[in-house]
């Protein structure tokens, strides 16, 4: 059967940990200069209504470095669900290409992307959830750490998609996640009680930072304005004034504490340029891991792996 991977609880718990296995493994043959070409003869279609730099150069690159030809689709190429409708061009692309990767607005047009398209669909960003992004935070996270046991990961900022992924990961690995934001800017309620019904971690949603990061593992932010929430930039400033992530709030978390970021960043608003560039930041590898751990997301999906 065809197989999509939309939102992280797609894959069980023990397909997780193994994606995070084979990432590095992937990633060790690629760093050694390794022929390893699996999708040598394949294409995949990228569909973009969202631009994005690390997205597009990610996949890309790391489908071509497998073998692959990747086909950019931006917004002025595919106008997907307003020029032509979303199961339509799923089914059209289908006859090209054999991986679909979307990074779209609209969670239900990934959705509805995957119900007709006949090739395996990778969702590469929506509103709703980021869940390539999340799969390499936690590899990175490993890496550093050595291990995933007693894992404090504080999210500070935004209840935007990538918490509402950390709250589908939860419902797969066990820890401690915290999510730090304004009253007007909590994460998906739905999402919120999945991850705590489930039962398999620790979800808290608090309003202080300075409280939330006490004894973290990992602090995280993201931008206080998303792509299309750039008109409420001023109004969110004065909401997340207090929210932004620096030296004290650093000071707080566990001496060994890493800061992630998924970029880009605005520095000097949600953390300051003395954090990104500081002793804990693992933004860059963060950043480099995106392009493993999606290889492996690729190969899984496409039966190669």
Request: net charge negative.
């Amino acid at each position: 059967m065809k197989r999509d991977f939309l939102h992280i609880t797609d894959f069980t718990s023990a397909e997780v940990l193994e994606t995070l296995e084979n990432a590095k493994e992937v990633k060790a043959k690629l760093k050694s200069g390794e022929n390893y070409t699996p999708f040598k003869g394949r294409s995949m279609a990228m569909i973009f209504t969202k631009p994005s730099a690390r997205t597009r150069i990610s996949f890309e690159t790391g489908f071509y470095r497998l073998g692959g030809h990747a086909v950019y689709l931006g917004p002025s190429d595919i106008d997907i669900g307003k020029r032509e409708a979303v199961k339509d061009i799923a089914r059209v692309i289908s006859r090209y290409n054999d991986i679909i990767m979307a990074r779209l607005f609209d969670h239900n047009h990934i959705l509805e992307l995957a119900d007709y398209a006949d090739v395996p669909v990778i969702n590469a960003l929506t509103d709703y959830n980021h869940p390539c992004q999340i799969m390499a935070d936690i590899l990175t996270i490993q890496e550093h750490r050595g291990h995933l046991e007693d894992l404090k990961v504080v999210y500070i900022g935004d209840g935007n998609n990538i918490v509402n992924s950390w709250l589908r990961l939860s419902q797969r690995i066990p820890f401690h996640f915290v999510c730090a934001c304004p009253e007007n800017y909590t994460p998906d309620a739905d999402t919120v009680k999945a991850a705590q019904d489930a039962g398999l971690s620790t979800i808290d949603i608090q309003h202080d930072p300075a409280i939330a990061a006490q004894k973290a593992d990992v602090i995280y932010t993201d931008v206080w304005a998303s792509m299309g929430q750039k008109h409420e930039k001023e109004d969110r400033l004065k909401h997340f004034k207090g929210f932004q992530v620096n030296e004290t709030i650093m000071a707080a978390a566990d001496e060994n504490a890493l800061f992630l970021h998924c970029l880009p960043a605005e520095r000097g608003l949600e953390v300051t340029d003395t954090v990104i560039e500081g002793r804990g930041s693992v933004v860059f590898d963060e950043a480099e891991n995106r392009m493993h751990v999606q290889n492996v997301l690729l190969l899984k999906i496409a039966g190669e792996i």
